[in-house]
């Protein structure tokens, strides 16, 4: 009996909901030019599939873009959103060469990669 009472409140506790984690940065712009029709695609975009705030940030220092339940990849995007916003353009690392590389830089290239891996850690 007491087995299956142990099994329903894990189930219960499973069926439950988890804390909801929020992530946020701050943009060099006015809450006005982030919401409304006139706001980035990029941003309208990302509010589609997830819940996204975008309240005045503290000390006056623009707004804050925040979005419940992120995962890596929409981290990346809301990264991309605030570098669209401040500077016209999303800057790309992928894709650049790497130029030559000496015996040493080859032995840590997987070091370096598992070192700066994507997504929540």
Known sequence: MAAGVAA???KARA???????????????????LTGPDRPDALARLAETHEVRVTRA???????????AADGRTRQEVRAVKQLVETGEV???EG???????MLGRAATPAFRHLTRRGPR
């Open 8 to 10: 329903a409140v894990r």
């Open 91 to 93: 800057l790309v690392v």
């Open 58 to 68: 503290p000390g006056g220092r623009g707004s804050e873009i925040a979005v419940r």
């Open 15 to 33: 069926a439950r909901p988890g804390p909801a984690t929020w992530f946020a940065v701050t943009v060099q712009a006015e809450p006005g030019e």
């Open 96 to 102: 650049q060469p790497e130029g030559h590389r000496t």
